[in-house]
Nanobody
């Protein structure tokens, strides 16, 4: 089992910045993917950014150039630095942890979510 604890959400004006953190605890496999998803009211949950334990990064087109994902493997923590925030970034942001066991069975875990609200 993996537990994910998020922090760092809040209310910010358009153009501002926020930094989200997500600390993983429990049984952590060294090879894994950590990611941030978000879900706005009435919309489906979408991938914002992901980073593998080896450092491979992907961003959604809507956040590329504004958001930066990083991780500290020693602390099992992933960060999302969000700059130049826009009202359309308003959503609940969820941390995600995924790994495959030696038998190629996949496991995914979710944090409880943290609200990010960007006012215009």
């Amino acid at each position: 089992q993996v537990q994910l604890m998020e922090s760092g959400g809040g209310l910010v004006q358009a153009g501002g910045s926020l930094r989200l953190s997500c600390a993983a605890s429990g049984t952590i496999f060294s090879i894994n993917v950590m990611a941030w998803y978000r879900q706005a009211p009435g919309k489906q949950r979408e991938l914002v950014a992901s980073i593998t334990s080896g450092g491979t990064i992907n961003y959604a087109a809507s956040v590329k150039g504004r958001f930066t994902i990083s991780r500290d493997n020693a602390k099992n923590t992933v960060y999302l630095q969000m700059n130049v925030l826009k009202p359309e970034d308003t959503a609940v942001y969820y941390c995600n942890h995924f790994y495959s066991d030696p038998g190629a069975r996949g496991y995914t875990y979710w944090g409880q979510g943290t609200q990010v609200t960007v006012s215009s």
